[in-house]
């Protein structure tokens, strides 16, 4: 019996690696695996942090020229929410298309529920979110996001898990922001928070799931809901960070995604300016500006939170900086390549991995010597997604 | 060929199952698989927290009356630290030993370094820190634990990884912490902080790898070192946190795993006190004790640090306490029975697991509701350790 085995597993793992890269081998842990998005030809790459490697490619993904994505909380799924509405599940383990559906008519992110049970997806077109099981893809239900002012819905944005199995989420037209509780998915619960700000056009909770903030495109100023404190509302910080300063064309909307606070601050990428906001976690003043090279996309903390890794939007996307938390000023000036489009640290933050668009490369970096470790080949690489994310709020 | 393969895997799936127990099956993702000691049997099951069952039990690892361990970055392996010296590298995909060393004497607990590659023990007979690859337990280098004053080395405690690919740990004899770089493990580099403080029994550092504090047992208060600013030294704090109490015999030592950073305070278990102590993390001073109805032994914060759940020492140890981080108030009183050890949150915080060792019982439960979910079988549990912290540092 045991050797029959043997050679079942051996004929498994040859059948495997058919193809030009070493295959998905479902016999092994995946908790160091991770995801890449290849945003011109629909597919993405299972990668191996410890090995450093690409694994195997799934193709038939859609549209997928903006693209994010959640684990199920075993890691073996990923929910790739497209550009185009396709809500695609992947199977990281094995590494297979395992269920591809469209939701809608375009799409901008998504989130899992703190149970696992339930997708569900922020729409641009119609609008609204919607919710389905991770199970099968099932529709589960649907939250329009109508107001008095926008009968025909809101964009919806900023989309993200919070603790008590909640959703939260932004409604970019309209200006408020929702929080829906899933208890009886097929019945969400809804409390709105109105006239938080004008277009919140992205959010993030804290690593904690306490503080929610949407950034705000048609004003200077960041929505923030303390969810300890529900009672207290949506209060606007920042209001004025932009005062005296020239506003510049913003040639790409900066993510919030990866903020962090560090040495009771939180680090926030300005809109249009090239500056990074320092701001007290005491007040939610702000505390300082650190000047950049040109506009911040994505402003990332490195796990334990002593740097903050930067990049850029046209015309100096080639670039990264790093900030040093403690010093508050750049130690670093990296030049990956054109195009560099996001970042993702390792779990426990000694290494980062970079993709480079333009040169379908992923760059891996030593954080501490800054030193550049290992080459990937990507097709256009866009989000980099390691499924230890599957255990983090609002990831 | 495909149906070769799939006779294959019902063959092995079914050889997995083979005993009373579901069986671990090596073609499923592992993300949310935990294990749990089974302190008088030398043995661990690994357990699922997504169908929360039992899957296979594992026999062997020696003397487990004291247990803890790390896990390998892409979670397959458990690193257990048995009381025996025994250092067990389990298999939690296969569910098997895969390989079993005595290194010491007499052993408490262990690491795993940033890299993954090196698994670093600390002991207790004849003291000092091991340090083992994490591939095949070959070891790899000795730090011992000598000083002036105790030529024959002390007893090490509080033994953890911190970034930068280092190692921490407490001396309990002498009353020093070490530091360990170990970018060339087989040649560590060590910065001693002597005087740090009579007996340090425990120790632990911050989820995001800043503070390392000792607790002490042979005068009141904690030792804490900054490592963002080690020129600093360590600093003695909460000196005289018991002044004026009448001091009880300490049945049980707290310990220090689990401690949160919530709404600016720190959480600690107060030694031979029945309280949990409030510390201010601004300034570091007490501001506050919440009164309990027994001794502390684990003080652990949900991922969301909305609460605090404390176990007790005998003759209480059939309790636990919920306290809420907002309000500073006992909420919640539960009796899951006689020998309560240890509790470990999934990932997210929606449940918690406790073993109860009188029972031969774990029980589930839901952390908003306090409803109890399920009670699982083990043979007198005592540590739960999911795999998901993998990605942690400092566990
Ligand atoms: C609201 C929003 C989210 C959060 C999703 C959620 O709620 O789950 C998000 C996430 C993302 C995430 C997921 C971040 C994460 O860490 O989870 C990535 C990698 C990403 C890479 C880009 N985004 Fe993104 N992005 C927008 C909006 C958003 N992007 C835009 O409005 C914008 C400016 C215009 C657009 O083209 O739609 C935009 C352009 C980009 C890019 O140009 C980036 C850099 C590269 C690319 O290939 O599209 N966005
Ligand atoms: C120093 C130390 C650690 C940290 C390990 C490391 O550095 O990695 C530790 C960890 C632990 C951990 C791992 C905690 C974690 O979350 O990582 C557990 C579950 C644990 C359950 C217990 N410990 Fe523990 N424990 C001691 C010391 C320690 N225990 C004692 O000195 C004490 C009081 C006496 C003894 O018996 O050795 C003691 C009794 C107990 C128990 O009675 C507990 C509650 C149940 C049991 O079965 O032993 N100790």
Redesign the interface.
């Known amino acids: 019996?045991q050797v029959?085995?043997l050679i079942?597993?051996s004929?498994?793992v040859l059948?495997a690696a058919a193809s030009g890269l070493p295959g998905c081998d479902?016999?092994?842990?995946?908790?160091?695996r991770g995801v890449v998005v290849e945003r011109a030809t629909g597919s993405v790459v299972i990668v191996n942090?410890?090995s450093q490697e690409v694994l195997c490619r799934i193709n038939g993904l859609g549209d997928l020229s903006h693209a994010s994505m959640v684990?199920?909380?075993?890691?073996?799924f990923a929910y790739v929410f497209g550009r185009d509405g396709g809500l695609s599940k992947v199977d990281?383990?094995n590494g297979r298309l395992q269920k591809r559906i469209i939701q809608s008519g375009n799409a901008i992110g998504g989130a899992i529920t703190?149970?696992?049970k339930i997708i569900a997806v922020s729409n641009y077109e119609p609008g609204g979110v919607r919710l389905f099981s991770a199970a099968d893809l099932k529709a589960i239900a649907s939250i329009p996001a109508n107001t008095k002012q926008f009968p025909d819905g809101s964009k919806v944005v900023g989309l993200t898990?919070a603790?008590?199995?909640q959703l939260i989420f932004s409604l970019y037209n309209a200006g408020e922001i929702w929080q829906a509780n899933l208890d009886d998915p097929a019945h969400p619960v809804i409390t709105k928070y109105r006239q938080i700000g004008s277009l919140p056009y992205d959010a993030l909770i804290s690593p904690?799931?306490?503080y929610y903030m949407a950034g705000l495109f048609g004003e200077d100023g960041i929505a923030k809901l303390d969810l300890?404190y529900p009672e207290k509302g949506v209060q606007k910080i920042l209001l004025d960070y932009g005062k005296g300063d020239r506003k510049l064309p913003v040639y790409k909307m900066p993510h919030l995604e990866g903020w962090a606070f560090?040495?009771d601050f939180v680090f926030l990428p300005a809109m249009g300016r090239h500056q990074l906001l320092v701001v007290s976690k005491h007040g939610w003043q702000l505390a300082g500006r650190i000047q950049l090279l040109g506009q911040p996309v994505f402003a990332m903390a490195r796990?334990?939170?002593?740097q903050i890794w930067v990049n850029f939007a046209y015309p100096d996307n080639h670039w990264l900086q790093v900030i040093d938390t403690?010093s508050l000023t750049v130690v670093k000036k990296l030049q990956p390549g054109p195009g560099v489009m996001h970042m993702e640290f390792?779990?426990?933050?000694?290494h980062v991995w970079v993709s480079v668009r333009d040169k379908n490369q992923v760059k891996i970096y030593d954080t501490?010597t800054f030193q550049l470790l290992k080459t990937l080949s990507v097709e256009q690489p866009s989000g980099i997604f390691f499924?230890?994310r599957?255990?983090?709020?609002g990831l």
């Open positions: 019996m029959f085995i079942c597993l004929l498994i059948s479902n016999q092994v842990a995946i908790g160091d942090s410890t684990f199920s909380r075993d890691e073996q990281v383990l703190q149970d696992g898990d603790p008590g199995n904690d799931g306490r300890w560090a040495n796990p334990d939170a002593r403690k390792t779990p426990r933050g000694e501490r499924t230890a599957a255990h983090q709020i």
